[in-house]
């Protein structure tokens, strides 16, 4: 009979375990079901977790997706972890993100067509502000009347995506546009672009932003004061109060965090890969960074390499549809995977398994 | 009607270190609301333990209707007809009522039949329950009738209630009440626990008084009044403590009636509790638990603030001040709970000393913590209070009972308050622990420190207090020096308010 047994404390082996016994066992349960598919399993798993890197001809167009696509998702689930270590659960960073992105594109092309040095900062602020306005509606109404943030905050999410759809169709759309829907595109306005910093490396200002959040989480919740709070209210929201830490204080900072970080991601993005406001603007970053910080146990460092690892599994994926021809779908299923094994496997982390001989009752 | 349900005869049960039973013997007739009657810790629950069959005696026998009666198992004491509702559900919340009731059956009957019995029954003794509800939905008050449905379907002779008032509002007990008056009138007879005493007179016909295990006495509690069976749980073993220099230092902390709502549906209201502390004295604050305890520390802690002029900390208002305001004043407080409110369970002993230590030792500059001088304290309390554990890097919750309390006063002590207010220092702590954090309040006292301590432990706050209060549905007795009191002026004391004002009128 196996019996679970709880640890007296958390096991550090496991907490650093888990992650990459999460990957194995995906990429053998996702092989078994590729190969259920009729595709060859090692090389699917190959073109997802190889390809983008190393293939001859495909890395050299792929390598640099890799930090275009992991810069959002590493500054949105930094932002999240802050949250989610104190049981703050933000689940609509998507919606944070596209508010900044719109208002960061907003405040920019009010000086269209300026070429000042100041407006892009300008704008990285403005979309900041945005995502942090957007989430403090769900911080707000926690506080004020005790309403869940999951659920307002996931909702807004849609609210959101209206926004957008109406931005890019009517208020932002390009006047020179013949009509179409879409704002005028910042690869063609030098004084905001977010151009690759180095050529070829996909390196921008918002995997810049990434890399100093990861930093700056690093320092606020392993040295500072209001991350030990932070931590605190996370583990015993009794001794929090106790302690003398306001719950209204931790719920907007925490909110306030994220949503900026989640509004700034999407400022660097429309400025820089996607180039314009548009209606599929909105492509689930919000949503996968959610995995992301949870597949980096909540820990910045651990963040950086789930964001690398999350962004490749969009990149092969992307490869392994228009080579192999696997459908998108069974893609999402395995970035799905990833977090499902995460989870169950997490249960080492506190618990031990004893293998016990069947007790006579 | 004097026929003998059940016969306990010299019952013993000792745990290492402690004799939790020592020879019980009492008689429960058919028809009979029997009370059980112990102050925290007598050794009412391993009494009922073993009748239930959840643990065994070591000595002593028990007849159950004229037969031997030994149960191995609950099982066992279920099918001879004995039922016992615990004071902690166990109840699945996401399925509906009739699942839960069927769980704990032997055999369950059909889900349809079930149902209808289920309503059958909650009809016949007036406790109002759907069976198709999901028991997640259901108030305290409404799990406990099903565990009491769980229980009737069985048919029992003998049903045995743990504290069932304890999570109940006032009418919910009456209805709980009248099904109880019901049950007898058909004769099942009902072991009752509690240590609430008004209760206890309105509803039991006998009582049994349990003190340190042992039985100390039956009455009928309609011919007794509460103070007198208050006498009974204190014990007469109680003995005047040696006269102590009462603190005549200058006031440290003063509460000019100090009312607080409830803080929840469960929670006790603070009603005009006035108090002063000196410096180098201690307040001892008694009384039965739930009566105000919990609340009247987060009141003082500041985790709940009172309203404005009725705290005051050598002579300022502190009322509005937050509980890190109180700590930088020399305010400190000790919760009750040790795990998820006095320390965070999964944090480390370092980390816990940051949670109220911070800014009194410094351990913050700049708002960036210093975790090598964090670490230095925490190592300081582990030294100083003798905390047994491998160091100060684990979590909170790997730490026995007794040696976290060490470590949770010790944290308070070691930062030098002028006023310490604990609540149940020594509360599942083992003797020698208990000693030594009990000598630590006292040296921190005749540091000149004012200290209030509140605690169920009537003997630890005669050892240690130089003046006695005791709390009673939130209200605080006039406090008395601990020299004038005797065994009848503490019963009085705990009584509650109605009885002190015949004490009044005697004194």
């Known amino acids: 009979m196996i019996r679970l047994e709880k640890r007296p404390q958390p096991s550090k082996l496991w907490t650093g375990l888990t992650p990459l016994l999460a990957v194995v066992l995906t990429m053998i349960v996702g092989g078994i079901m590729f190969a259920a598919l009729g595709k060859p399993p090692l090389e699917a798993i190959r073109t997802i977790f190889w390809d983008p890197l190393f293939h001859p001809q495909f890395a050299s167009y792929s390598r640099p997706q890799l930090l275009v696509k992991a810069g959002p998702l590493i500054l949105i689930a930094i932002g999240l972890s802050v949250g989610f270590r104190a049981g703050i659960w933000n689940i609509g960073a998507e919606g944070q993100y596209i508010i900044g992105a719109v208002t960061g594109a907003a405040v920019g092309l009010a000086f269209y067509p300026s070429e ?26 926690k506080t004020r009347f005790g309403t869940n943030e999951i659920l307002v905050s996931l909702m807004l999410v849609y609210v959101a995506e209206n926004i957008l759809a109406s931005a890019s169709s009517s208020w932002l759309r390009n006047p020179e546009g013949q009509g179409f829907p879409g704002s005028r595109n910042f690869k063609q306005w030098p004084a905001v672009f977010n151009d690759e910093l180095i050529a070829n490396t996909g390196m921008h200002w918002g995997v810049v932003a990434a890399l100093i959040a990861v930093i700056g989480a690093y320092v606020l919740m392993a040295r500072h004061i209001q991350g030990f709070n932070i931590r605190l209210t996370g583990e015993a929201p009794r001794a929090a109060r106790f302690s003398g830490v306001n719950p209204v204080r931790i719920v907007l900072l925490c909110l306030g965090i994220s949503g900026a970080l989640a509004g700034m991601a999407g400022l660097f993005e429309v400025t820089g890969p996607a180039g314009q406001i548009s209606i599929d603007f909105g492509s689930g970053y919000g949503f996968t960074a959610i995995i992301v910080a949870f597949l980096g146990r909540l820990n910045p460092f651990g963040i950086l390499l789930a964001g690398l690892l999350m962004a490749l599994t969009y990149i092969g994926g992307e490869l392994a549809q228009l080579m192999l021809g696997l459908p998108g779908a069974s ?31 | ?121 909650s009809e016949t003794y007036g406790l109002p329950l759907d069976p198709s509800r999901t028991v997640g939905t259901l108030s305290a008050g409404e799990r406990q009738r099903v565990e009491i449905i769980r229980c009737l379907l069985q048919n029992p002779r003998l049903l045995i209630m743990d504290e069932p008032t304890s999570v109940l509002t006032p009418q919910e007990v009456e209805i ?285 706050l005669m050892e240690i207090s130089d003046r006695f209060g005791a709390l009673n549905e939130g209200r605080l007795s006039p406090t008395r020096a601990v020299s004038e009191l005797d065994i009848e002026k503490i019963g009085l004391m705990m009584g509650g308010a109605h009885d002190m004002e015949v004490a009044h009128v005697d004194g």
């Open chain 1, 116 to 141: 000042s040095v100041l407006l892009f900062p300008l704008m990285v602020v403005a979309g900041a502000l945005g995502g942090w306005a957007w989430a403090m509606i769900p911080a707000l109404l």
């Open chain 2, 1 to 121: 009607m004097a026929d003998t349900l059940l016969s306990i005869r010299g019952l013993t049960k000792a745990y290492p270190g402690v004799v939790a039973n020592d020879d019980v013997s009492f008689e429960i007739q058919k028809g009979e609301i029997h009370a059980l009657l112990g102050e925290n810790g007598a050794g009412k629950s391993t009494l009922v333990k073993m009748i239930f069959g959840l643990v065994k005696p070591d000595r002593g026998e028990m007849v159950l209707d004229g037969g031997a009666y030994a149960p191995a198992k609950p099982s066992d004491a279920r099918r001879a007809g004995v039922a016992m509702v615990f004071q902690h559900f166990s109840l699945f919340e996401a399925l509906d009522v009739a699942e839960n009731v069927a769980l704990g059956m032997e055999n369950p009957p059909k889900p349809r039949d079930l149902a209808r019995q289920i309503r059958e029954v």
């Open chain 1, 331 to 361: 893609i999402q299923l395995f970035q799905g995977m990833l977090l499902f094994f995460l989870l169950a496997t997490d249960v080492f982390t506190n618990y031990r398994i004893r293998f016990v001989g069947r007790e006579v009752a």
């Open chain 2, 176 to 460: 709980l009440f009248e099904t109880l008056r019901k049950l007898k009138s058909e004769g099942t007879s009902i072991l009752y626990i509690s240590h609430k005493l008004e209760e206890i007179r309105t509803l039991c016909d006998e009582a049994t008084i349990l003190r340190l295990g042992k039985n100390v006495g039956t009455c009928t509690p309609r011919e007794v009044t509460a103070r007198q069976m208050a006498e009974m749980m204190v014990g007469a073993s109680f003995a005047t403590p040696e006269a102590r220099a009462t603190g005549t230092g200058e006031v440290l902390l003063k509460c000019d009636a100090l009312s607080m709502p409830a803080p929840g549906a469960f929670g006790t209201p603070l009603r005009e509790i006035s108090l002063e502390v000196r410096a180098g004295e201690v307040l001892g604050i008694g009384g039965v638990a739930g009566n105000g305890q919990d609340e009247l520390l987060m009141a003082l802690s500041g985790e709940r603030l009172a309203p404005k002029g009725s705290i005051f900390f050598k002579g300022e208002d502190i009322s509005r001040a937050g509980p890190v305001a109180r700590r930088d004043a020399g305010l400190l407080s000790g919760p009750e709970e040790r795990l998820g409110h006095a320390a965070a369970p999964n944090m480390s002993l370092t980390e816990n000393g940051v949670l109220t230590a911070a800014r009194r030792k410094a351990l913050v500059s700049n708002g960036f913590i210093d975790w090598g001088k964090a670490t230095g304290f925490a190592e300081e309390v582990i030294k100083r209070f003798d905390v047994r554990t491998p160091g100060p890097g684990t979590a909170a919750r790997a730490l026995s009972g007794g040696n976290l309390q060490k470590y949770v006063v010790g944290r308070e002590i070691q930062q030098d308050p002028d006023v310490f207010v604990v609540n149940q220092p020594t509360w599942g702590v083992d003797a020698a622990a208990a000693a030594a954090i009990r000598q630590a309040l006292l040296d921190l006292a005749a540091k000149g420190a004012a200290i209030i301590c509140i605690s169920q432990d009537l003997d630890e």
